[in-house]
């Protein structure tokens, strides 16, 4: 064989690109039994008819011709229980791609969903009336009308400072700020800046409270997640190719990149690659550097370079464990770590999904499949009655929020809490 | 026993003979034809799908290349629904010989195969995952056509003209009256009954069962068996057709053509004294997966769904030959009065699937003359009866995009090939046959990567239900197929579709618990287990 060792590589590729895993599908129906939408809707038919199934009549020469998988969450559920590698969410999100560009047209309400950063940039400088406003329900009414975004999606209020507006006229002028040779680079996204910027600043003392001096760089944007979702590659690319070379440097120097949102972080750890096949040499190590904070976290305390200098909270409380949060395949950190504060009981809710998956459940064909799939969440968070539940994902706090009137918090809130940093 | 009469009796239901017995009876002949099996059941179901553009026989064989590609663009007109427009190319690897490219470029053009040459770039974007070594490439109007759909097509047709098709009738003597073949005996497989039919001329078109044939009437012919062996991959990896640009003499393994959802790589050629008789080596195998390698470097990477093998006739006339890819792919009509003193009586053999159009044009030609009529032939004109309405170029995604806008309803029975309970239900009311292999023909079912796991339970339900069968005919209908299917996958188990058969084999013997059905229940053939245990598998037959 001459073909063997000098295309090793290529072959390796190859093999790594999502559509090819369709070939991994023994048609176990594990995806399907565990799908949340399927198990709601017979709109969709399924990850695995959708996925591997698809994917063996779908000729990159011809034209998409399966609009239903456009009812895809894109949870990524399938992906993680999948016991033999088939990558269903990342090939559906592909599709779903091929899908829009056979229509040669995407939605307006889909093309502004994508865009969080530009509404967040919109919206902050007007928090106080946008807020007031947007809780109005005759207008509601008319969004849904005008652009199909359904009357009763949640809508996160806009933060009146944006966060890196606070990082850079506040904090970092500030006495206190850390400066040390510890160093981690914060990776904000869209929701921390422009609608949770307490968020932020909670990640921020944690962080500084074990000795790290914190790096919000500048030029990071959007991770385009929302853009992905929305079949809109081109422009995800567009922001992942700013996050990449934004991130890169400090990549090289060794420093680690954490966020507090579980969805942006899994794009730079995984979606760019799989996904928008960016997958070189600056998009690995990225990735390679990438952590959800609580996995950051939990590492220092098992490393025993965590400080525990807690203050006990005696309290039961909720926490929801995101779908994307588990795409990390990083177990479930936020757990053990806020397991560590004396006195706190965590009830891990044992639900697959809360249904909003990112820009999913506000649009309007959506929106009851999304509050179905959420339904037995909602139900369990409201039978603990507890005034507050945790949960790492933006768009989940949101949702569940929402549907069961409970305050929702970030694991890092509760901590630097317990820290009594706030 | 029945007796039946007809003008011109044709033997042998592939896509020769479904091609005579439609020309025949567009000609207004009185035809019946005589299949032992289900249509293309032989060899002409045993082939890569491919429909030449005569690029692979341009250099050592130009007559058969000019006839490959001339019926090439016929077809395309005839049967497009049977047709997936692929293209080809012909790519000359770093293990080929480079001077051959040039070679075969002219010899193309010489008999007007349109051969242009691309940039590696342009073949890498067209398929990523070529061989990115290869040094050059031409691309030429190969395709993959559906056999079943063919001659299912054709049968139809040629019963719009008042033709009968006999499926499941073996021929088991040609009557003679002195001199003269009057007709045949057979027998037909589903109910035993002796059927006779008298005719005045009759045409075997039996392919590699030829000599077989012909030796009921007393004439001595030799068609060689050369034996192909295939292996389909799960995957179209490739959705051009890909051969090698090499001189097919002494090459193996080198066309690799994306039919269906699958892509089929070919082929070895092996003669072999049974046409009914012969096992896939491990060395075929082993050599397709290699060969593959070198156009396609993730190739082995690749899950392979199931091997089989084919006999292509080779005829020769004088003395047998020794290599087979230098017998001529060019067809033979055989009038045996002048030949062996034999009236009434023709063969045709040899060709190519891609040809069969005009080999049924000669052949009724000389059926004309030598019934002493002259009518022209119109199959050149007449596109086919298409069963699905459209007379559009198939396409990969037609079954998805039916099932999208609810043409396919019901629900879902085979998901992998995408065959729904509708479908299934209205083919069972079509015929009084117990096989689900016929629905596997028909409809595709249990072709997909699970290779029956989920779907066969389902239709041998169905088959209960509508049929009223008894447990034990469903049980058999079930255990036949699943056997049929395993049978093919036992020479390419490993790595996921090794992991595939065990759940398989989980849902059946675990779940399903079919090795404990009690005895007379279960329609196991032991005898045939026992041999397999022995042989370590099967022999395709």
């Known amino acids: ?422 | 026993m029945q007796k039946k009469s007809t003008e011109v009796l044709v033997i042998g239901g592939g896509v020769t003979g479904c091609g005579v017995l439609f020309d025949l009876a567009q000609r207004g002949f009185k035809a019946t034809l005589l299949e032992r099996g289900a249509l293309s059941m032989g060899t002409s179901g045993r082939f890569h799908g491919l429909l030449h553009s005569g690029g692979r026989y341009a250099v050592n064989d130009p007559d058969a290349a000019h006839e490959c590609i001339v019926e090439n663009q016929i077809l395309r007109k005839v049967m497009p629904h049977c047709i997936e427009d692929t293209g080809g190319m012909f790519v000359s690897t770093p293990d080929d010989p480079p001077e051959f490219a040039d070679e075969f470029y002219q010899a193309c053009h010489k008999v007007s195969i349109p051969a242009t040459e691309i940039s590696i770039e342009e073949m890498l974007r067209r398929e990523p995952l070529l061989n990115p070594k290869i040094r050059r490439v031409f691309t030429v109007p190969d395709a993959s056509v559906e056999t079943w759909d063919a001659c299912r097509s054709l049968v139809v047709s040629a019963a719009e003209h008042g033709a009968e098709t006999l499926e499941f009738h073996e021929v088991t003597e040609l009557l003679k009256e002195g001199n003269k073949v009057v007709g045949a005996v057979a027998i037909n497989k589903v109910t035993g009954e002796t059927v006779t039919i008298t005719a005045d001329l009759i045409v075997s078109a039996v392919g590699a069962w030829g000599g077989r044939l012909a030796a009921m009437a007393d004439c001595d012919v030799t068609v060689h068996a050369g034996k192909g062996t295939m292996i389909a991959m799960n995957y179209r990896m490739v959705n051009t057709v890909v051969n090698r640009c090499v001189h097919p003499s002494g090459s193996d393994g080198d066309i690799i053509v994306p039919i269906g959802t699958v892509a089929v790589i070919g082929t070895t050629s092996v003669r072999v004294d049974d046409p009914d008789n012969y096992p896939i080596e491990e060395w075929e195998v082993k050599l397709m997966m290699e060969e593959g390698e070198k156009m396609v470097p993730s190739f082995r990477k690749f899950r392979a769904l199931r091997a089989w093998a084919g006999v292509r006739p080779l005829y020769q006339e004088k003395g047998a030959a020794s290599d087979l890819r230098a017998v001529t792919r060019k067809y033979a009509l055989l009038d045996h009065s002048p030949r062996d003193g034999v009236d009434n009586f023709v063969t045709i053999t040899g060709g190519k699937w891609t040809t069969y159009r005009m080999m049924a044009e000669d052949t009724v030609d000389l059926v004309c003359k030598k019934l002493d009529t002259t009518r022209a032939c119109r199959t050149a004109e007449t596109t086919l009866h298409n069963p699905h309405g459209e007379s559009k170029y198939h396409t990969l995604g037609s079954r998805l995009q039916k099932l999208e806008t609810g043409e396919f309803d019901g629900q879902l029975i085979c998901e992998c090939e995408i065959v729904t309970r509708n479908q299934i239900e209205a083919n069972l009311a079509t015929n009084d046959r117990h096989i689900i292999n016929d629905l596997r023909r028909d409809l595709r079912v249990g072709m997909g990567p699970c290779q029956g796991g989920f779907c066969t339970y389902r239709v041998a339900g169905l088959m209960h239900k509508n049929k009223q069968l008894t447990t034990q005919q469903t049980n058999k209908a079930l255990v036949d197929f699943l056997q049929e299917r395993w049978k093919g996958m036992n020479t390419v188990l490993w790595g996921q579709h090794l992991r595939q058969m065990q759940l398989d084999e989980g849902i059946y013997m675990g779940v399903l618990g079919l090795d404990k059905l009690p005895p007379g229940l279960s329609g196991i053939d032991e005898k045939r287990v026992a041999e397999v245990e022995t042989e370590g598998y099967y022999e395709v037959s």
Not at chain 1, 74 to 91: D, F, L, R, T, Y
Not at chain 1, 200 to 221: F, M, R, S, T, W
Not at chain 1, 239 to 258: D, E, F, P, W
């Open chain 1, 1 to 422: 064989m001459t073909t063997s060792h000098d295309l090793d590589e290529i072959t390796l590729s190859i093999w790594e690109q999502v559509q090819h895993s369709a070939d991994l599908c023994v048609k176990c129906n594990i995806c399907t039994s565990f799908c949340p939408v399927a198990n709601v809707t017979d709109m969709f038919p399924g990850p695995k008819f959708v996925g591997p199934q698809a994917q063996r009549f779908r000729n990159p020469h011809e034209i998409s011709v399966d609009d239903s998988l456009d009812y895809c969450s894109g949870c990524g559920v399938c992906s993680m229980v999948c016991p033999h590698g088939v990558k269903v969410m990342e090939m559906n999100a592909k599709a779903r791609y091929k899908l829009y560009k056979t229509k040669k047209w995407i939605p307006l309400r889909n093309r502004i969903l994508g865009r969080s950063e530009l509404l967040g940039w919109l919206g902050s400088p007007f928090a106080p009336i946008a807020n007031v406003t947007l809780k109005l329900k005759p207008l509601r009414i008319l969004i849904e009308g005008i652009m199909g975004v359904h009357r009763d999606a949640p809508m996160p209020a806009f933060s009146w400072e944006t966060f890196r507006g606070w990082y850079q006229t506040v904090h970092k002028k500030s006495p206190q700020r850390v400066i040390s040779d510890k160093k981690v680079v914060f990776y904000h996204a869209c929701s921390v800046n422009y609608y949770e910027a307490f968020i932020g600043k909670a990640a921020i003392a944690v962080l500084e409270h074990n000795g790290y001096e914190v790096i919000v760089p500048k030029d990071q944007v959007c991770c385009g997640l929302p853009m992905l979702s929305n079949a809109e590659f081109d422009a995800a690319r567009q922001n992942a190719r700013t996050n990449i070379n934004s991130l890169v440097r400090y990549a090289r120097a060794g420093h680690k990149i954490v966020g507090t949102s579980s969805s942006c972080t899994l794009s730079l750890k995984s979606d760019y690659r799989h996904i928008l096949d960016m997958d070189d040499a600056d998009a690995r190590l990225v990735s390679q550097q990438t952590y959800d904070i609580c996995e950051f976290l939990l590492e220092l305390a098992q490393a025993g370079e965590l400080k525990t200098d807690f203050q006990p909270i005696n309290a039961s409380i909720p926490y929801h464990s995101p779908c994307q949060l588990r795409a990390h395949n990083m177990g479930l950190p936020a757990i053990e770590l806020m397991e560590l504060i004396p006195g706190i009981q965590i009830k891990h809710i044992q639900a697959d999904c809360c249904g909003i998956a990112g820009t999913y459940g506000y649009k309007k064909e959506k929106h009851d499949i999304s509050m179905a799939v959420g339904k037995s969440l909602f139900e369990q968070v409201k039978a603990t009655e507890s005034d507050v539940a945790i949960c790492d994902s933006e768009t989940c706090r949101w949702q569940i929020e929402h549907a069961t009137g409970t305050k929702m918090i970030h694991p890092v809130q509760l901590l630097a809490q317990a820290y009594g940093l706030t």
